[in-house]
């Protein structure tokens, strides 16, 4: 008898025993498996590992406690500790100009505006923020490069949890005192465009990967299986979102051969529509740098993004024409990588180009928020459905469907409907569980 009737049985039977067994059966979920015929129960066998699981479940706890703890009794490291182990400015490459980062005209008038009210401001310089390590931000001025340190009361909340600090492009007004090394940002300045993803609390709390951009590099690895599309389409739609460009680089053309790589263009491009370049690159035979380089234009920044083991900083090595980015190998079973980009740096490329930035490889880039991506990343589909007889129409099943109308009509890829569908379902789940009134 190992039916979960015939076990309520055999506990009714054995008494106080038996109410005790019970309990455990519905603590740990072992009904069936310690019963060794129909009028006998292996109790001291049941027991043991009923204690042992929960002897484990509480070793585990009480080490994470532990572990807390003795994080919580640690001295933090100094800030001199932490400024040590930044790199020097003389062991850093291709570190941007202040003069390859132009500032427009909102923000020369916001600096201005702050040093007419500011304390000493002929301590106070218009600089870039071209690099972050450990929290230090390195700031290029028109007279020099330097480490800074955030003001007092520069990093005050703007809402219960986030906080407001300079970000990789930013362009800052930084306090530089006579005979001091290091640098004071007491000021982000208004930024034209900012790239952002969701922190995962709050609906409006962001996490600003970089700002100032103009274009961003979806960088995507071939010859491992498919493309992954959703990695594509959640890209293009952050990208767009931020009011930047997109350009899809499909990297390591070496590793497929021509029709594996016809399938993945064909799907990309079809993914991604006729109005966003794709370029497909190979690090190892110097195939499509040039394209590359030509997306980036003198004056001009490009964010490139991209998970561990894509290949971001073998391309960009590639388009400084020398090894400055730490690389890493991929994992041969899921061909993911390991985080080698620990910081957020820019560099200059040489030529008449201009700026890339590169952050650490994302594993997750979450569409909270991100609803006017969408809608530019798919114009058509948007425009299709004002037409369809509900507001609220998913286009999967609702009848009057103007959308499925037009795919059906041959006027709307059935992949890139495909995908919206899939973005769009994700992002309402998340909008409803963070804005229960939102409606998408």
Known sequence: MTGPAQCAVQVDAVGADGQRLQTLVQ???????????????????????????????????????????KLATEAPASAEELLASVPGLDALQDVPAFDDLPVDEAQQAAFDDFCAHAEEPEQMRLGAVVRLDRGFPLVATAD???????????????????????????RVAVRRAPGHDMGVIEC??????????????????????????????????????????????????????????????????????????????????????????????????????????????AGSCAMILGE??????????????????????VRERDDQGRHTTVARVMVTLPGDAGVIADAPGLRSLPLVGHERGLARAFPEIVEASRACRFGDCTHVHEPGCAVREAEDAGQIDSLRLETFQNLASSMRVSAQMLDPDVHL
């Open 27 to 69: 603590q740990h979920r072992l009904v069936g498996k310690y019963l060794l015929s129909c009028d006998f129960w292996c109790w001291e066998a049941f027991v043991a590992k009923a204690k042992a699981k929960a002897k484990k479940k509480t070793t585990g706890a009480r080490a994470k406690r532990d572990r807390r703890r």
């Open 144 to 170: 020099d490069t330097f480490r800074a340190e955030h003001a007092v009361g520069f990093a005050k909340s703007r809402g219960e949890d986030e906080v407001l600090l300079p970000a990789v492009g930013d």
């Open 188 to 297: 982000v300045l208004p930024r034209r465009t900012s790239f952002e993803r969701w922190r995962g609390r709050a609906r409006g709390e962001r996490q600003v990967l970089c700002s100032n951009v103009d274009s961003v590099l979806i960088v995507q690895a071939l010859g491992a299986g498919e493309v992954l599309l959703d990695r594509v389409a959640r890209s293009l739609v952050l990208a767009l979102g931020c009011d930047a460009e997109p350009v899809v680089v499909l990297t390591k053309a070496d590793r497929c051969d021509a029709g594996e790589l016809e399938r993945d263009l064909d799907r990309v491009r079809r993914l991604v529509g006729p109005n966003v370049r794709v370029i497909v690159t190979s690090s190892a035979e110097g195939r499509g740098l040039d394209e590359v380089r030509a997306c980036v234009p």
């Open 308 to 329: 561990s083991g894509a290949g971001k900083s073998t391309l960009l090595n590639a388009l400084l024409g020398h090894d400055t980015l730490a690389t890493g190998g």
